[in-house]
C-alpha cells in the first residue's frame, strides 16, 4: 500500500511530467468535480508551482449540486488554484443519455472557461483504472480500435496526467483533503458502476491484479494502431476524392477494409452525417457497396443523407425529405 506521502509525489511527478513541454508561465486550467481523484489532481498541480485555475461545472442533476461545487471551489482556493471558477450548465438529454449529455455540456463549459482565462491546457483526473473501465466498456459494444484506445493521454490542449496510475495511489495522494464521494459511483443502474464494482473485480479475481495495467496497456498500444491506420487512410483517401467528395470505388476496394471504412467514415462525416449518430453499422452497409456491389440501392444514413453507388463512384449526397420526394414524384 503507498504511504500518503509517497503518493503525493507520485501524483506530482506524473502532472509535471505530463505538463513539461509547456512554457513555465504557461497557465493551466484544472476541471474538478470535488472528488478524491480531481482533488489529488488539483492538490498536485499546485505543489508544482505552475500558474493554475480551476473550474467546477454544477450539472444540478443532483439535489445538493450547488453545494458540493461550492464546496470543491473553496478547496481549491485553499490549495491556491486562482482563479476558481464555479460554472453552472444545462443539460439536456437528446438521445444520447444523461451520462453524455452531461459530459458535452461540461466539455463545451471547460473550453470556455480556458478560453477566457487563456489557459494552455485542460487537465482531467482520469486513471488507470478509469482508463481500464472504459476499455471493458467499449468491448461490450464490440468497438474497433480507435474506440478501444480509450482515452488519449493528450488530445489537443485536453491532458490526463494520471492515467498510467493506479486510482488508489491518487486517492492515497488525497488524505486528508476535503473530498465528496459521488453517489453515483455507487448506483448500480449505470454501466460504468457495475463495471468497476462488479465486471472488473471478477477479472481481477480470476486473472490476477495486473489484469488492470494490462488493458490500460492494450488502450495504449491501441491507440498507436489506430493513428498509424488513420494516417495511411488520410493519405490513401487525398488520392481516391474527387472535388464533390464521392470516392473512386475501384481503388477504394483495392484497399484492405481497415482503411476503406475509415475513409468511407471520413467521407460521411465531411458531406454531414452527424459523427454521433454515424453507427458502424451504417459504415458497413456503406463499405458493402464497394466490395460486394450487385446493384443494391442506396443506403440511407443520419442527417438526411443517403450513399449510392453509380459511374464507378460512392457519393454520399443529402436528400430530400420523404414528403418532398413523393411530391416531386407525383409532378413527374
Same mark, same amino acid.
Given at each position: 500500500?503507498?504511504?500518503?506521502?509517497?503518493?503525493?509525489?507520485?501524483?506530482?511527478?506524473?502532472?509535471?511530467?505530463?505538463?513539461?513541454?509547456?512554457?513555465?508561465?504557461?497557465?493551466?486550467?484544472?476541471?474538478?468535480?470535488?472528488?478524491?481523484?480531481?482533488?489529488?489532481?488539483?492538490?498536485?498541480?499546485?505543489?508544482?508551482?505552475?500558474?493554475?485555475?480551476?473550474?467546477?461545472?454544477?450539472?444540478?442533476?443532483?439535489?445538493?449540486?450547488?453545494?458540493?461545487?461550492?464546496?470543491?471551489?473553496?478547496?481549491?482556493?485553499?490549495?491556491?488554484?486562482?482563479?476558481?471558477?464555479?460554472?453552472?450548465?444545462?443539460?439536456?438529454?437528446?438521445?444520447?443519455?444523461?451520462?453524455?449529455?452531461?459530459?458535452?455540456?461540461?466539455?463545451?463549459?471547460?473550453?470556455?472557461?480556458?478560453?477566457?482565462?487563456?489557459?494552455?491546457?485542460?487537465?482531467?483526473?482520469?486513471?488507470?483504472?478509469?482508463?481500464?473501465?472504459?476499455?471493458?466498456?467499449?468491448?461490450?459494444?464490440?468497438?474497433?480500435?480507435?474506440?478501444?484506445?480509450?482515452?488519449?493521454?493528450?488530445?489537443?490542449?485536453?491532458?490526463?496526467?494520471?492515467?498510467?496510475?493506479? #486510482?488508489?495511489?491518487?486517492?492515497?495522494?488525497?488524505?486528508?483533503?476535503?473530498?465528496?464521494?459521488?453517489?453515483?459511483?455507487?448506483?448500480?443502474?449505470?454501466?460504468?458502476?457495475?463495471?468497476?464494482?462488479?465486471?472488473?473485480?471478477?477479472?481481477?479475481?480470476?486473472?490476477?491484479?495486473?489484469?488492470?495495467?494490462?488493458?490500460?496497456?492494450?488502450? #495504449?498500444?491501441? /491507440?498507436?494502431?489506430?493513428?498509424?491506420?488513420?494516417?495511411?487512410?488520410?493519405?490513401?483517401?487525398?488520392?481516391?476524392?474527387?472535388?464533390?467528395?464521392?470516392?473512386?470505388?475501384?481503388?477504394?476496394?483495392?484497399?484492405?477494409?481497415?482503411?476503406?471504412?475509415?475513409?468511407?467514415?471520413?467521407?460521411?462525416?465531411?458531406?454531414?452525417?452527424?459523427?454521433?449518430?454515424?453507427?458502424?453499422?451504417?459504415?458497413?452497409?456503406?463499405?458493402?457497396?464497394?466490395?460486394?456491389?450487385?446493384?443494391?440501392?442506396?443506403?440511407?444514413?443520419? /442527417?438526411?443523407?443517403?450513399?449510392?453507388?453509380?459511374?464507378?463512384?460512392?457519393?454520399?449526397?443529402?436528400?430530400?425529405?420523404?414528403?418532398?420526394?413523393?411530391?416531386?414524384?407525383?409532378?413527374?
Amino acid at each position: 500500500m503507498t504511504s500518503g506521502a509517497d503518493a503525493v509525489q507520485a501524483v506530482r511527478r506524473a502532472v509535471e511530467t505530463c505538463l513539461d513541454d509547456l512554457p513555465d508561465d504557461a497557465r493551466v486550467l484544472v476541471a474538478v468535480s470535488g472528488g478524491a481523484d480531481s482533488i489529488a489532481l488539483a492538490q498536485a498541480v499546485a505543489l508544482s508551482g505552475r500558474r493554475a485555475a480551476a473550474a467546477i461545472i454544477d450539472h444540478g442533476l443532483q439535489s445538493e449540486s450547488a453545494q458540493v461545487a461550492e464546496r470543491a471551489g473553496r478547496e481549491c482556493a485553499r490549495l491556491g488554484l486562482d482563479p476558481v471558477v464555479v460554472e453552472r450548465v444545462d443539460v439536456t438529454a437528446q438521445g444520447a443519455g444523461p451520462e453524455a449529455a452531461a459530459r458535452e455540456a461540461r466539455r463545451a463549459a471547460l473550453e470556455v472557461i480556458a478560453d477566457r482565462l487563456g489557459a494552455s491546457a485542460i487537465l482531467l483526473a482520469h486513471t488507470r483504472d478509469d482508463q481500464a473501465e472504459t476499455v471493458l466498456l467499449r468491448l461490450a459494444r464490440g468497438s474497433g480500435a480507435r474506440s478501444l484506445a480509450a482515452m488519449a493521454p493528450v488530445t489537443g490542449r485536453w491532458r490526463r496526467p494520471l492515467l498510467d496510475l493506479p #486510482r488508489e495511489v491518487v486517492r492515497a495522494s488525497a488524505a486528508g483533503l476535503d473530498v465528496w464521494e459521488d453517489p453515483h459511483n455507487a448506483d448500480p443502474t449505470f454501466a460504468r458502476t457495475r463495471v468497476r464494482h462488479g465486471a472488473l473485480p471478477a477479472l481481477v479475481d480470476a486473472l490476477g491484479p495486473e489484469v488492470v495495467a494490462a488493458l490500460a496497456r492494450s488502450a #495504449r498500444l491501441l /491507440g498507436d494502431d489506430a493513428d498509424a491506420l488513420d494516417a495511411l487512410a488520410r493519405d490513401a483517401a487525398a488520392t481516391l476524392t474527387a472535388a464533390d467528395g464521392s470516392l473512386e470505388v475501384a481503388r477504394l476496394a483495392a484497399l484492405p477494409r481497415a482503411l476503406r471504412t475509415r475513409i468511407i467514415r471520413t467521407a460521411a462525416i465531411a458531406a454531414g452525417c452527424p459523427a454521433g449518430a454515424l453507427s458502424a453499422d451504417h459504415v458497413d452497409r456503406l463499405e458493402v457497396l464497394v466490395s460486394d456491389w450487385r446493384g443494391q440501392g442506396g443506403v440511407d444514413l443520419p /442527417g438526411g443523407l443517403a450513399g449510392e453507388r453509380a459511374y464507378g463512384r460512392l457519393a454520399i449526397r443529402r436528400v430530400p425529405p420523404v414528403a418532398e420526394r413523393r411530391r416531386h414524384d407525383r409532378e413527374e
